[in-house]
């Protein structure tokens, strides 16, 4: 059972245009969310957080979108550029669960195209 | 480059073999996270060492074992290997505990199972 779900698992976007990451979970204890990008031949590298108390935060082109009613998040990259071009990984975890870890979902591939 | 630097980078052994994955955290991370990723999947939490001790597992089989030694690095046994376990195994550490603490990762050791 795939707690954490991002159905699409490509994504095209032109250059300079917005691209929209979209990420859902069933489990309602998860209360803190992150998002990772994933570059060939190395590890994720932490992009941006968002905790359930806020719906939305903003770091530089990233903004991530928190709807807890939906148990759905979303990641907008504004303008969109050609090394944003990785796999991005949606995670999520509850505080409330002791030991409790971050499930990932299966990841989106983004392209951008010049 | 993250900090956390996991040897070998690759691995390619037989079915029924033993091999240890060695994961060397950032400096002063007492967490040490182990993951699998299979061929397009998400990143799967396999278990977790908080400064020396095991503080939460995963979907780790019994084939598999970890540690983490007084010095903070930590190794990830694999044994009785199977050919489905040939995937990325990644190593991430954190300064404390989740959920608050962003998690970084080392580049992986890609395991082949032949």
């Known amino acids: 059972d795939q707690q954490v779900k991002q159905n699409s698992p490509s994504l095209s976007v032109q250059e300079g245009r917005i691209s929209i990451l979209n990420c859902d979970y069933t489990?309602?204890?998860?209360?803190?969310f992150l998002w990772y990008k994933k570059y060939p031949a190395e590890g994720p590298t932490f992009l941006i957080s968002?905790?359930?108390?806020?719906d939305k935060n903003e770091d530089g082109r990233f903004t991530v979108f928190l709807n807890k009613s939906a148990k759905h998040l979303s990641l907008h990259i504004v303008p969109s550029q050609p090394g944003d071009s990785a796999v991005y990984f949606c995670?999520?975890?509850?505080?409330?669960?002791?030991?409790?870890?971050?499930?990932f979902g299966p990841g989106t591939r983004l392209s951008v195209l010049p | 480059d993250s900090g956390v630097t996991q040897t070998p980078k690759h691995l390619i052994t037989a079915t029924g073999q033993r091999v240890t994955l060695r994961c060397s955290p950032r400096?002063?991370?007492?967490?040490v996270y182990w993951y699998q990723q299979s061929l397009d999947q998400g990143l799967q939490f396999l278990i977790q060492?908080?400064?020396?001790?095991?503080?939460a597992k995963g979907n780790i089989l019994e084939r598999f074992s970890a540690q983490q030694f007084p010095d903070l690095h930590s190794e990830l046994n694999l044994s009785s290997l199977e050919l489905g376990d040939s995937a990325l195994y990644f190593c991430?550490?954190?300064?404390?505990?989740?959920?608050?603490?962003?998690?970084?990762f080392g580049p992986g050791t890609r395991l082949t199972v032949l």
């Open positions: 991430a550490s954190s300064v404390d505990p989740p959920p608050s603490t962003e998690q970084f």
């Open positions: 489990n309602s204890m998860f209360d803190y």
């Open positions: 968002i905790s359930s108390i806020k």
């Open positions: 995670a999520a975890t509850s505080s409330e669960i002791y030991g409790q870890n971050f499930v």
């Open positions: 400096s002063g991370d007492l967490s």
């Open positions: 060492y908080y400064n020396g001790e095991e503080r």
